[in-house]
């Protein structure tokens, strides 16, 4: 999860996997997979650095390394 603030300042906890895009025009769009859309305060660069902090924390990145390598191996 992901931590950014609502509009009104109240947080809110995101799930990064389920972040489809990030868009600044000029307020911070979230929308998700299931096509909710949500407005951040965060600028979308920093939306974009976390859900990459959170990825890299779980091990995504790791992860689908090693499955790309199993796969070139085989």
Do not use: C, F, H
């Not at 769009?29 to 600028?43: D, H, N, S």
């Amino acid at each position: 999860m992901i931590s950014v603030t609502r509009l009104n300042g109240s947080p809110l906890w995101l799930n990064a996997l389920l972040i489809e895009t990030v868009e600044e025009t000029p307020d911070t769009y979230i929308t998700l997979v299931t096509g909710k859309r949500m407005i951040v305060l965060e600028k979308a660069a920093e939306v974009i650095s976390l859900v990459k902090q959170y990825n890299q924390e779980i091990g995504v990145n790791n992860a689908t390394i090693k499955v790309q390598q199993m796969e070139e191996n085989s």
